[in-house]
């Protein structure tokens, strides 16, 4: 297959380019922008006129709740949602049921995978055994089944020793590790961040010190240990100013944040909204800003879907006893974009913290167009209204606090490997 | 390409605020669920309303046909005897049907959700419910998922609120102080964990309190506390001076498992109410208890059954003041 993309303003921070072009496509390849490779005859051709192409986006974080909880999505229903918004790379954490513990559940996700849509599907390994947090995975048998990386997901371990040997044996086998700054016992019951709003709702808070004291002990431990660790899901300032202090100091860290911690704080929750329950929770304005200061200067590198799909009923009863997380794959790019609007990042850096920072970050040669790297891409017309509602969403996962919200930008095809696996029909 | 400044504006999300959720289209109550969004004026009608039952309450004829027809469900899903009763006998009192369904002990267990708990009562026609949950933001969950007919009251939901236990402790303390321009009032305890200081202090601001104080040390306390409008006081013998009214909380055996407090003997050194701390209060100062109290913890005897209690008047005009509230909820006149 042969394909031509004409007329396309190509935005590609990884190559520095951000000009009109024509791109062509062979197999799956990117093989020549702006002049045609000999002989080359396109078999079809798109026409991205007035439009934005963009390498595809890699969402570091995506539960597509298969293997064990269907009833609230599927491989198959998430990589559609995932293609329709411009992502073709995500990795799922281990938090599957069973944990993704050995290779035979990778092996799983990869075969449901590739019947799928096409987007592309990574898993992470459990770092220790059932993410009991008691004994180490086989990461070498995990690493050779295809993981990107180990991580504890949102589970304990049993001590800071444990952490510490698994630190070390990952590194050892060259794993990044991905781990979540949170302190359990800190974080006791909490289910909103502890502040003035927490108070005047009663809801159990969760301390600022359950992401900090937490981060403080990792840092350490990768000092340590020499481990390259991929700090998940920031929520606070000075979480964000450790990472950055420790980024300067020479640490192998990096750490990302999910988009909605970017727009949404405590005040969000204020009418006990259970679509704001999340963990880490959404904290202060302060945070907020903060943390897209972070983002800004690049301390936090990427940003991720956090994608959580429910069930209507996982999200209907008191809040504390609702499940935490949001359906989030179909407005990471609409709140990316907003960053841009916002003013908070360049359209092109915005665009580098979901595509090839994050694959930088799990090591994938994705993220970029230059000719020799695979034709993973969207189309995006920056124009066009899209407004999230419940007649216009993809994934299974129904539960958005964005439904609703006026965004910019649609995205009208996605490519995997030079596949067309989306296209919006036209409305 | 577009540029930022005609982007569309930021839309929060959908969704009713506690304030508003508890109003009907004509702004009269609907439910209640919490102090706050109530009116200075809303709540001087309901204490005044309750003050007409109060004197009818105390005659050998105590029942009025207010809410003749009507169903009242308790639904409590936390454990509480003396709640529920007067809950209980205010809807008599005024007619009502009353049903008592005690959840912990029934549909949970089996694993019916709470959605399916309420349609099946809601599909016997029953008119209130009267909520009582251990999750904070319960009773607001079910107020926004009831039947347009059925009408809410929360009986004390978590840590977040307990209105009619506030609106009983302001009606006691108007009865015997009149103006709240004027007071100072000290609530000592473990409001950390307490739905009834939490609505207190909402009253006490809406009713603009001379001054509102609370008392306790820190791990006792709630963050930032003091932006619910509160002076903070960890040490007791500063805090009590010069108040008109001194509100004790429970305090519960957990606190000290949860690592908060060492022990309930040195809870008593430090906070208890005597009767040496209450003389540095002002001489005819109030002294309260949301009940049921522990005494040699949070409270001395003397003092529980001393001349300033008023801890049983409180229980007498917690009927009084359920049944203004029901009757304003659910009666279309509200004089008896």
Redesign the interface.
């Given at each position: 297959m042969k394909l031509l993309i004409d007329n396309a303003?190509l935005l590609d921070p990884a190559q520095g380019v951000d000009r009109n072009t024509r791109i062509y496509i062979q197999k799956d390849m990117v093989v020549a922008l702006d002049e045609a490779p000999e002989g080359f005859e396109p078999q079809r051709h798109i026409d991205a006129a007035g439009r934005?192409v963009i390498p595809g986006l890699v969402d570091l974080a995506a539960r597509m709740r298969e293997p064990g909880e269907e009833h609230k999505a599927t491989i198959a229903s998430e990589t559609r949602a995932a293609a329709s918004a411009g992502i073709t790379t995500l990795c799922c954490p281990p938090d599957t049921g069973p944990p993704v513990d050995s290779p035979a559940e990778v092996e799983l996700i990869t075969r449901r995978a590739k019947q799928a849509c096409g987007v592309r599907v990574h898993a992470l390994g459990a770092l220790t055994a059932g993410l009991g947090g008691e004994q180490l995975s086989e990461m070498a048998a995990l690493k050779r089944a295809g993981v990107l990386g180990v991580s504890q997901a949102l589970k304990p371990m049993a001590s800071h020793l444990l952490l510490r040997r698994a630190m070390e044996y990952a590194a050892s086998h060259e794993l990044t590790v991905f781990l979540h700054p949170i302190d359990w016992s800190l974080n006791a019951r909490g289910c909103v961040h502890?502040?003035?709003v927490?108070?005047?709702?009663?809801?159990?808070?969760i301390?600022e010190a359950a992401e900090t004291a937490a981060l403080g002990m990792i840092l350490a431990l990768s000092e340590q240990t020499g481990a390259r660790v991929h700090l998940c899901r920031l929520s606070t300032t000075r979480a964000a100013r450790l990472v950055a202090r420790a980024r300067v100091d020479g640490l192998p860290v990096s750490a990302d944040v999910a988009a909605h911690q970017l727009?949404l704080t405590d005040m969000?929750v204020?009418?006990?909204?259970t679509?704001?329950h999340v963990i880490p929770p959404l904290r202060s304005q302060r945070d907020r800003d903060g943390l897209r200061q972070a983002v800004a200067e690049g301390a936090v590198s990427a940003i991720c879907s956090d994608h959580q799909p429910h069930e209507v009923?996982s999200k209907?009863?008191?809040?504390?006893?609702t499940r935490p997380g949001i359906s989030a794959l179909e407005t990471l790019l609409p709140l990316t974009l907003?960053l841009?609007?916002?003013?908070v990042l360049s359209l092109a850096e915005a665009i580098r913290r979901v595509t090839s920072n994050p694959a930088g970050i799990l090591g994938l040669p994705v993220g970029t167009l230059a000719p020799g790297h695979r034709a993973d891409l969207c189309i995006v017309d920056?124009?066009t209204?899209y407004t999230p509602e419940p007649g216009n969403w993809i994934s299974q996962g129904r539960n958005s606090?964005?439904?609703?919200?006026?965004?910019?930008g649609r995205v009208t095809h996605t490519l995997v490997a030079g596949r067309v696996i989306h296209e919006q029909v036209s409305d | 390409m577009s540029s930022a400044a005609d982007a569309p504006r930021l839309v929060s999300a959908p969704g009713p605020l506690p304030a508003s959720l508890q109003f009907n289209e004509e702004g009269r109550l609907r439910h209640l669920l919490s102090i706050e969004g109530l009116s200075r004026e809303l709540i001087t009608e309901i204490l005044d309303t309750a003050e007409s039952f109060a004197s009818m309450n105390a005659q050998s004829v105590k029942k009025v046909p207010l809410l003749r027809g009507k169903t009242v469900v308790n639904l409590f899903f936390e454990a509480s005897t003396r709640t529920r009763t007067t809950f209980e006998l205010a809807a008599k009192r005024l007619s009502a049907d009353v049903l008592n369904i005690n959840i912990s002990a029934s549909a949970t267990v089996k694993g019916e959700s709470l959605l399916d708990t309420l349609r099946n009562l809601e599909a016997m026609y029953v008119d209130m419910f009267v909520v009582r949950h251990e999750a904070s933001g319960a009773a607001h969950f079910i107020a926004r998922h009831v039947a347009p007919h059925v009408s809410v009251l929360n009986a004390g939901d978590g840590r977040h609120a307990h209105p009619t236990q506030a609106l009983l402790d302001m009606f006691t303390i108007r009865r015997h102080k009149g103006d709240f321009g004027a007071l100072r009032v000290a609530i000592v305890g473990d409001i950390l964990h307490s739905r009834v200081a939490r609505s207190q202090i909402h009253a006490l601001n809406i009713l603009n309190t001379g001054e509102i104080r609370v008392i306790a040390p820190q791990s006792l306390l709630p963050a930032h506390v003091e932006s619910l409008g509160v002076h903070v006081y960890n040490d007791i013998r500063a805090g009590l001076r010069d108040v008109d009214v001194v509100i004790m909380l429970r305090l519960q055996r957990e606190r000290m498992e949860a690592g908060l407090l060492p022990s309930e003997h040195e809870f008593f050194q430090l906070y208890g109410l005597t009767q040496e701390r209450l003389a540095l209060a002002k001489p005819k100062c109030l002294v309260m208890h949301p009940g049921p109290a522990n005494r040699g913890v949070e409270i001395d005897s003397r003092v529980a059954d001393g001349p300033q209690s008023v801890i049983l008047e409180q229980v007498t005009y917690g009927i009084a003041v359920r049944m203004a509230v029901m009757s304003m909820i659910m009666g279309g006149s509200v004089n008896p």
């Open positions: 303003r934005l502890e502040g003035p927490g108070t005047r709702l009663g809801l159990p808070g301390p727009f969000d204020a009418d006990f909204n679509l704001c009923d209907l009863a008191p809040f504390p006893e907003r841009v609007e916002e003013g920056l124009d209204p606090p964005f439904f609703g919200w006026e965004f910019r | -």
